[in-house]
Nanobody, 126 residues
């Protein structure tokens, strides 16, 4: 059973927005760093965004900078990925993942993450 529960996603048109959620009842997002990855059909997994309150860092893939934002509600232990101005190339299955603070570790290296959400489909039509 996934320890990270994702929600959100769906089918939207180009230029529209969506918000993905990633909730955990076991891990404090004040401490654990969170990242969002995506995998499009026939492509490898791609790091999209990263945020760590503990480290005081956040990173975004160039392809989503200015359009996607990671936020969190620590009281609800839930993180969000707000996706604005969506494009057809954003179509993918999106995953959240968490890891303890790892200063200097490559944020978009999936193997450094301990727990993963179940994934949610985002489809953007042109």
């Amino acid at each position: 059973q996934s320890q990270l529960v994702q929600s959100g996603g769906g089918l939207v048109q180009s230029g529209e927005h969506l918000r993905l959620s990633c909730a955990t009842s076991e891990y404090s997002l004040d401490y654990w760093s969170i990242a969002w990855f995506r995998q499009a059909p026939g492509k490898g997994r791609e790091g999209v965004a990263y945020s760590s309150t503990y480290e005081g860092t956040s990173y975004y893939a160039d392809s989503v900078k200015g359009r996607f934002t990671v936020s969190r509600d620590n009281g609800k232990n839930t993180a969000y990925l707000q996706m604005n101005n969506l494009k057809p190339e954003d179509t993918a299955v999106y995953y959240c993942a968490i890891r303890p603070p790892k200063y200097g570790a490559n944020w978009n290296s999936g193997i450094t993450y301990n727990y993963w959400g179940q994934g949610t489909q985002v489809t953007v039509s042109s």
